[in-house]
């Protein structure tokens, strides 16, 4: 069992940055992909970035991309979510998702294929 901890989240005006961070506690083997998502409000969760647990292989979604970086603290167990250039419309709640994922040649993006979430982190950009 893994339960997820966010943290960062916050208020800022738009071109500045923040960074994201998911404590990950509990038995962090039994995932292999960790993920960011958001959701703002009348919207659907939609995937953010997605990295694989052993470091080689990370995912952005078009919104994101090129000003978001996700990555890993092994010795702090967290995985970290670095925006920048930071737009209104990236304000949202931000959730941490972990997963233990099967599949070959794909990875996990859509909410339905992740197992554990935490609580989320307020996003806002003014």
């Known amino acids: 069992h893994v339960q997820l901890v966010e943290s960062g989240g916050g208020s800022v005006q738009a071109g500045g940055s923040l960074r994201l961070s998911c404590d990950v506690v509990g038995d962090s083997n039994s995932i292999n992909y960790m993920g960011w998502f958001r959701q703002a409000p009348g919207k659907k969760r939609e995937w953010v970035a997605v990295m694989s647990t052993d470091g080689y292989n990370t995912f952005y979604a078009g919104s994101m991309k090129g000003r978001s970086t996700i990555s890993q603290d092994n010795a702090k167990n967290t995985v970290d979510l670095q925006m920048n250039s930071l737009k209104p419309e990236d304000t949202a709640m931000y959730y941490c998702?972990?997963?233990?994922?099967?599949?070959?040649?794909?990875?996990?993006?859509?909410?339905?294929?992740?197992?554990?979430w935490g609580q989320g982190t307020q996003v806002t950009v003014s």
């Open positions: 998702a972990a997963t233990r994922f099967y599949q070959d040649y794909d990875w996990p993006r859509f909410e339905f294929e992740y197992k554990y």
